[in-house]
C-alpha cells in the first residue's frame, strides 16, 4: 500500500529555516505530482507548493514564493526548503501526491502523509 512519510519539522526562531522531506512508499510515483499543503490551528488546509513529474513544473502559493523551494529528489521523494520563516508559517504540513497534472486542490491528491509539525516562534 502507498505511503507518504514526512519528517523535518520542529521549532524555528522567526527568520530561521527548515528542511522538510518526504518519502513515498509501497510503489513507484513516477506520473505523480508531489505537494505540500499545510494547516494551522482553526484554519483549513491550504497548498503550499507542487512539483510534477517530468518536467519538472514547480508552482508555489503566493504567501511563500521566493521563501519556500520544493524539489524533487528522485521518483518517490520530494523536499520543502523553507527560508525567512514567519510566525503565520507555523502549521501541520503534509506530502500529498496525485496524478491529475499541476493542482491546488487538496481533492485532487490521492495520497497524503500523516503531517509534520512546523512551529515558527521566539
Known amino acids: 500500500q502507498a505511503q507518504l512519510v514526512e519528517s523535518g519539522g520542529g521549532l524555528v526562531q522567526p527568520g530561521g529555516s527548515l528542511r522538510l522531506s518526504c518519502a513515498a512508499s509501497g510503489g513507484t510515483f513516477s506520473g505523480y505530482t508531489m505537494g505540500w499543503f499545510r494547516q494551522a490551528p482553526g484554519k483549513d488546509r491550504e497548498f503550499v507548493a507542487a512539483?510534477?513529474?517530468?518536467?519538472?513544473?514547480t508552482h508555489y502559493s503566493r504567501s511563500v514564493r521566493g521563501r519556500f523551494t520544493i524539489s524533487r529528489d528522485n521518483v518517490n521523494a520530494v523536499s520543502l526548503q523553507m527560508n525567512s520563516l514567519k510566525a503565520e508559517d507555523t502549521a501541520v504540513y503534509y506530502c500529498?501526491?496525485?496524478?491529475?497534472?499541476?493542482?491546488?486542490?487538496?481533492?485532487?491528491?490521492?495520497?497524503w502523509g500523516q503531517g509534520t509539525q512546523v512551529t515558527v516562534s521566539s
Open positions: 512539483v510534477t513529474w517530468g518536467r519538472g513544473t
Open positions: 500529498a501526491a496525485g496524478v491529475r497534472g499541476m493542482t491546488t486542490f487538496s481533492y485532487e491528491y490521492d495520497y
